[in-house]
């Protein structure tokens, strides 16, 4: 009987020993940095593109006019020029603008491309420009526009519609990586009907009155190096909103996706919200959702 015992604690043993060792819970992803980083390539191209939109949509430039020199609403301290259907934007070696950001060098907008010629404002169907850059930077993040069109692709009894197709290289201040960004995007001026911002084609559209939308794809690789694609689902920025107070030119994306996925590792959503003005979004990877202040 004794022995039986013994034998049976033994074969218990056996098993126990044979047991497979329980799998280890996976860490929780929360990387949430190249998430932010498209989130800035995001508003840099952005803000390039509305700028563009601003400075062409006057031949002789003096909606722009601030204390006598030409300026952007969004960079008052900037000098705008027009020579041959080519429009400079000068921020100099630094220029503090109402959205509180910091920007040196130039951008160039050539519209020369445009069909029929007479289409020469931005609001105009066949608006064609072509946008290039030299030494431009925002906030210490340096752009190089390799190169980035906008094209009007608006029809008859219908919201203002613009093509955007992009490549472009941010350096992340203090050499922390490159971003390579490249996207083909519609853009919907959603307002359209409301006359306080869009009058007609013979009246330059009111920006500071304009909500607009984001569609399409992006790609590229991250700062980390890492190859990564992107989808924009009806990003909505409002130029009525601005919830920085200090900042009055600065307008986040109020509602809309974004939906980004970095090499090999789970999709981020980026939810910027329903429209409410401010500053508020969330990230969600993996099911778990943290939520994120936007720049």
């Known amino acids: 009987m004794f022995a039986l015992m013994v034998l049976g604690m033994l074969l218990t043993v056996s098993c126990r020993k044979n047991d497979p060792e329980p799998e280890p819970e996976p860490e929780p992803d929360t990387e949430q940095t190249t998430a932010m980083d498209n989130n800035i390539s995001e508003l840099i191209a ?3 593109e509305s700028m563009g939109s601003q400075a062409s949509e006057n031949g002789g430039l003096s909606t722009y006019k601030t204390t006598g020199s030409a300026a952007l609403s969004m ?13 400079t934007v000068d921020f100099g070696a630094g220029c503090l603008g109402l ?8 951008l160039f907008f050539d519209y020369s491309a445009s069909s029929p010629n007479t289409a020469v404002y931005y ?13 431009y930077s925002v906030d210490g993040y340096q752009v190089n526009i390799l190169n980035k069109s906008i094209r009007n692709t608006s029809q008859a009894n219908a919201n203002l519609t ?24 519609t853009k919907e001026l959603v307002n359209t009907s409301d006359t306080s911002c869009y009058k007609g084609q013979s009246v330059a559209i009111n ?16 700062a980390k190096n890492e190859s990564f694609t992107a989808t924009a689902s009806n990003l909505v920025r409002d130029f009525n909103c601005a919830p920085d107070q200090a900042k009055p030119k600065r307008h986040p994306f109020i509602s809309g996706t974004l939906n980004y996925t970095p090499g090999q590792r789970p999709a981020r959503l980026i939810n910027y919200g329903s429209g409410t003005c401010d500053q508020n979004a969330t ?5 778990v959702t943290y939520n994120i202040t936007l720049p």
Do not use: E, H, Y
């Not at 959205?99 to 130039?106: A, E």
């Not at 909500?211 to 991250?222: A, D, R, Y």
């Open 162 to 185: 613009w093509s955007i197709t992009a490549n472009i290289q941010i350096t992340k201040p203090g050499n922390a990586g490159t971003i390579t960004w490249s996207c083909n995007r």
């Open 46 to 48: 952005g803000d390039i």
């Open 123 to 135: 609001r105009n169907p066949g608006f064609a420009a072509s946008v290039t850059s030299q030494n």
């Open 75 to 87: 960079a008052p301290c900037a000098t705008v020029s027009l020579n041959n259907k080519i429009v």
């Open 207 to 222: 920006w500071q009155r304009a909500i607009v939308k984001l569609n399409g794809s992006s790609s590229g690789t991250n």
């Open 99 to 106: 959205d509180g950001r910091i920007r040196t060098g130039k």
């Open 283 to 287: 990230i969600t990877v993996n099911g």
